[in-house]
């Protein structure tokens, strides 16, 4: 039986425990936090201070417990976490991102009982961005009888997918009969018992059973019967393999990785991993274009795996960004050595019967693999994987340029340095301040140097799948001088998407792509670069920066011009427009090294009458021509998919139309402005049960969003609890806690957790109007 454990708890911080809050978990105690200059975390956490909090639960145990099995299960506490019970220590868990269990055998008593568990992240600086700090997944109580699977013991394999037969393992605490169920939507497809004790094993073939897939993902269930004890466990019937001369492929059918990698923070909820917000993310992922996930740089949570299984989002799942030398003073550098075992065990029990997790990570930008010391690390951790799971490859964030930096005493870490000097940049964050000063072609032709392929090719030859961080220039020449070589992209600027498709395309060794970043997340403030506010330019560096944007989608789940292009690219979408902010138009836009560009497609900038822009269209053509209200601006050629205009803004209709190169027309798309009357529009999502995602727009009265519209809106809640409001602009000094938000381009957006079977109702008021919207437990919003 499992209970979920997330109701009725408190928190407090340990040196203020009087000040006692109730919750529901997960939990982001970092958002209360203030953000200061003297945040030791800084710009990489986005200057929040960084805390120790002790979260308790009081519950009750009935007397049957006594005779079974109780074990509790973390999914994710971030970090350094104690658990007790009843005042007695129930286990230590140092690694944040990883879920752990504890025995409760000896510490329960019947009637009430208190559980305790400490988060401690005051040791900053500990992580190069955001981390959230507490219990920000979910917590399970697993009550077993006496005849119990071991848990986390049942795997499902696929071991031929033409034949559709899988392999089915379970291990038995004690002798006995389990029977193992398919099931397709409540009907049972196959039966089979088996008897014994220890480890069973079987092997069936579902002759009716459809194969999962990314276009395809067709999902069943196991349901193993092992005395009072049920477990039901979801799989998809799928094989993996890649090498050099086909590529990646599912099924035996080749795909490639349009992929992009992803912060584990949920935007203005920070850290928490509630199941709606996971999904959500997933679905924003797919719908702009993607169909692989990287989790950058460390484990994600189990209701992202479910989401990925469910949109057939394909999940490269990665370990740790350090393994013994330190990025920042008190990270997990140092760790890895003698605790991967234990860690990537859990990664594997938590993955194995996910069809969605198509390969491992072992870590980011590690420089140790340019060390004797690091190529056996990572020759250990390899094999220690393929010894626990023999059906996915594995990889590792490799990037060329810095291995050769690193080597050569650039960028080096230590703790002396790091006490005289706290905001030296060092190890990934070196090369990150390199790139935003010198640019992506400077990376690129760094990368491309010999030095820098002799310092990671034997790391290389260690694992399955050589992974290319901002590498894209090796890959036509290294698919000739290592022709046995699996190459990913594992980390890649937004600019060389067009190249790497076309790479992809030519040879099947380029097997996939993963942009840097996805979705903007919170933390690693930008070195340069500025947002307009209030009519005035200011500048990074500040504790006003909660974050570095640059993401294809921003924090809010609004896709920029950048993800219409990748669309484009990837023949996802026929032709887009792209406008830069015709406000914006006649000053220095800092751009870096990550974004193509900062348009948004959009041409409603009322107010810039009058004024020049530039104008971006992607198409998969020869050629384009942009015309305004009928009025041609031109006709170009396209590069790579992209073509640049010069348009006066005026109202009216911008209409882009792609060519043939014999002139036949390919596609065509326009953009409208809008009226000059301005309304406070609110929209819920679809699809959510336990969360409402609700945006606050400023639009025209058909609904046109108005992007350099301003005014801060207040909300107020009924029949539910507002969990988080803002905008997703990276320059927010203000909390996502409070009942007032500014809007960033037009818009803003309020989670809201629904009070059971209430029907939640929000009001908005703001200069440009006041708004509502009911929102009805089962009915669509």
Known sequence: MKINFCSGWTYCRVDEPEMKYHISLPHDAMLTEERTPDSR???????????????????QVPHLYEEQTVILEFEGVYHNAEVTLNGKQAGIFGYGYSGFSVSAEGLLKEGKNLISVTARNSDQPN????????????????????????????????????????????????????????????????????????????????????????????LYKLRAVFGD???????????????????????????????????????????????????????????????????????CSKAFLKACDKEGMLVMDEYVDVWYIHKTMY????????????????????????????????????????????????????????????????????????????????????DEKAEKEPEKEVGSAFYNKLATILGDSFMKFGAALPVSDMKTRDAYEKMDIAGYNYGIWRYKKDTKK?????????????????????????????????????????????????????????????????????????????????????????????????????????ETFDVSAWNLTCALGSWAWNGCEGKKTKVEVYA??????????????????????????????????LKAVAYTKSGQILAETGLNSAGNDTKLSIEAEEGTKELYFVHLRYTDSKGILKPLVQGEIQVSVEGGELLALGSARPLNPRSYLTDCTDTYYGEAMAVIRPQKEKTVQLHAKSPHGVGEIMITPGCTP
Not at 41 to 59: A, L, P, R
Not at 182 to 207: F, N, Y
Not at 248 to 277: P, Q, S
Request: net charge negative.
């Open 41 to 59: 975390g800084g710009k990489n956490i986005g200057w929040y201070e960084g805390g120790d909090y002790i979260y308790e639960k009081e519950f």
């Open 127 to 218: 992580s190069r961005w955001y981390t959230g700090t507490g219990i920000y997944r979910p917590v399970y109580i697993h009550v077993l009888p006496k005849k119990h699977f071991v848990p986390e013991s049942i795997r499902i394999t696929t071991v031929d997918w033409k034949k559709r037969k899988i392999r089915i393992e379970a291990e038995l605490n004690c002798l006995g009969e389990a029977e193992f169920q398919i099931m397709d939507q409540g009907e049972c497809l196959k039966t089979e018992c088996l008897t014994g004790e220890g480890l069973l094993s079987t092997e069936m073939e579902v002759e009716s059973a459809q194969l999962w897939s990314c276009d395809s993902p067709k």
């Open 229 to 299: 004890d049920i477990q039901e466990v979801s799989f998809g019937i799928r094989t993996v393999t890649v090498n050099s001369r086909e590529g990646f492929c599912i099924n035996g059918e080749r795909v490639i990785l349009r992929g992009a990698c992803v912060h584990h923070d949920n935007g203005i909820l920070g850290a928490c991993a509630y199941e709606d917000a996971e999904a959500r993310k997933v679905r924003i992922m797919k719908k702009a274009g993607y169909n692989a996930l990287r989790s950058a740089h460390n484990p």
């Open 331 to 414: 990270d997990y550098a140092g760790n890895v050595e003698h605790n991967y075992r234990n860690d990537l065990g859990g990664l594997v029990r938590k993955d194995f019967n996910h069809p969605s997790v198509v390969m491992y990570s072992l870590g980011n930008e590690v420089a140790e693999t340019s060390e004797k010391k690091g190529i056996r690390l990572c020759e250990e951790m390899t094999d220690y994987l393929h010894e626990l799971d023999r059906t996915r490859p594995v990889t590792c964030g490799v990037n060329l340029f810095f291995n050769f930096l690193y080597s050569a005493g650039f960028g080096v870490y230590s």
């Open 482 to 586: 290592y022709p046995n070589r699996v190459i990913l992209g594992t980390e890649t600027f937004c600019a060389d998407a067009a190249l790497f498709w076309e790479l992809a395309n030519q040879y099947p060794a380029v097997i996939g792509d993963f942009v840097w970043p996805g979705i903007t997340y919170h933390g690693e403030v930008p070195y340069r670069g500025w947002e307009r506010k209030d009519g005035k330019q200011v500048f990074a560096g500040s504790p006003a920066w909660a974050a570095g944007g640059g993401g294809r989608v921003d924090m809010n789940g609004r896709e920029w011009s950048e993800a219409d292009y990748t669309k484009v690219v990837f023949g996802q979408k026929p032709i887009a427009i792209g406008v830069v902010p015709a406000n914006l138009a006649d």
């Open 620 to 653: 998969g053509a020869y050629a384009a021509e942009l015309f305004l209200n009928g009025k041609s601006l031109g006709r170009k050629k396209l590069k790579r998919c992209r073509a640049v205009f010069t348009a006066v803004y005026e109202p009216g209709e």
